[in-house]
């Protein structure tokens, strides 16, 4: 093969460069957000961190496990030999390869539509081999392989969200206590995450960091140690930090004020509808001689509504002393607040699986370590083309 260096290919290798950053633009706009749209979309991580987490890790993807794939798109598509003498053609074919799947990643991105880039960048090439050398030029049986591993991909993670979701959903939801099971299952989640990314990183490795001399027994030794290693870290490290966070921002949190509902039952209402009653100072309907009674038993909490209050809370006082027994239009804040409060008692949820705040902190970290290694496997795969 002739060498691009020479004046004759220097240019295609500098517009493919420049064509290479904005398929690096798309890819990143497109591809990258879905590894940490979650993240983002639940306020776990924010824009800037994902951003910097992303870059670090879609990189190290790229360097570490990425070869494979971007041999298989080089040479695993079409016959290399065909274009022996056509050195010029290749590369051009390769450069309108790179514009049409870097100008529909943007389009896609701009028309919100997830694609892969993978599956644009393997088209490309198969549609550039097609024109220049036809259907001979194609591996077929390659090709049929990477298609199949489209739909085979999907189905897989669903299957092992499927699992792994009744698996935490069993033995963490379910429980009364959802923390202390939560914090048990850490070690096993961190160490399973990093033994699959050692053992990918190490098996069949780079030739640079002489990985791929490292035979399969070796690769599982070095993957299980670093996943052991890191369970037992997060264990004894991270678990109880854990613990002591939780506890403390569970402690910091304003408790609610008791109060009796519309039925005559226990009722919990925030510190700011109670602050609404305080200023409002809702007075009894049925008479107005205990003012100063009734306006006790707001500003402590234990005032108790009638059964038909939300036709007939009224009566607040005002300013003006002499209006203090005139029926006044509900406040609207409390107003809402009880029917919020209706609506919510009317549906019927299963107590043993409430969202409760310990287990939403629990699993934030989870999934900030799951966006990172999910960007790490799409740098090795996508972003390596």
């Not at 309108?96 to 028309?111: D, E, R």
Request: aromatic share 8%; proline share 4%; net charge negative.
């Amino acid at each position: 093969m002739v060498e691009t260096q020479t004046p004759e290919f220097v240019w295609i290798v500098v517009v493919a460069f420049i064509i290479a950053f904005l398929l690096a633009f798309g890819v990143g706009a497109n591809d990258v957000a879905n590894s940490f749209g979650t993240s983002v979309g639940s306020k776990v991580l924010t824009l800037r961190q994902a951003c910097i987490l992303a870059t670090i890790f879609e990189t190290l993807g790229a360097i570490l496990i990425g070869y494979k794939v971007s041999d298989t798109v080089r040479k695993g598509i079409f016959q290399l030999e065909m274009y022996e003498g056509a050195e010029k053609e290749l590369l051009i074919g390769n450069l309108a390869a790179l514009i049409g799947s870097a100008a529909w990643n943007i389009i896609a991105t701009f028309l919100r539509l997830p694609i892969s880039g993978t599956h644009s960048i393997v088209g490309a090439v198969v549609g550039f081999s097609l024109v220049a050398r036809g259907i001979h030029g194609i591996q077929w049986s390659q090709l049929g392989f990477i298609v199949a591993s489209w739909f085979i991909s999907p189905i897989m993670s669903g299957i092992v969200s499927v699992l792994l979701f009744l698996l935490i959903q069993r033995f963490i939801l379910k429980k009364e206590d959802q923390m202390e099971p939560g914090l048990i299952s850490l070690p096993f989640f961190y160490a399973f995450t990093i033994f699959v990314n050692v053992f990918s990183v190490v098996h069949e490795g780079p030739s640079v960091l002489k990985f791929d001399k490292i035979p399969l027994w070796g690769a599982l030794v070095v993957g299980i140690s670093a996943g052991l290693i890191t369970g037992i870290l997060v264990k004894f490290l991270m678990v109880p930090r854990l613990r002591n966070k939780i506890h403390a921002e569970l402690k910091s949190v304003t408790p609610s004020v008791p109060m009796e509902d519309l039925s005559g039952g226990p009722k919990q209402i925030s510190a700011e509808d109670q602050s609404v009653l305080n200023d409002s100072v809702v007075l009894n309907h049925s008479s107005c001689t205990n003012l100063v009674e009734e306006e006790e038993k707001v500003k402590n909490g234990t005032l108790t509504f009638p059964a038909n209050v939300d036709g007939i809370i009224g009566n607040i006082r005002k300013d003006d002393p002499s209006s203090n027994c005139q029926h006044q239009k509900m406040n609207e804040k409390i107003s809402d607040a009880i029917e919020q409060r209706d609506v919510e008692s009317s549906v019927s949820v299963d107590a043993s699986q409430d969202d409760k705040p310990e287990t939403r902190q629990l699993f934030s970290f989870l999934q900030i370590l799951t966006a990172v290694f999910g960007a790490f496997a799409h740098g090795g795969n996508d972003v390596r083309y």
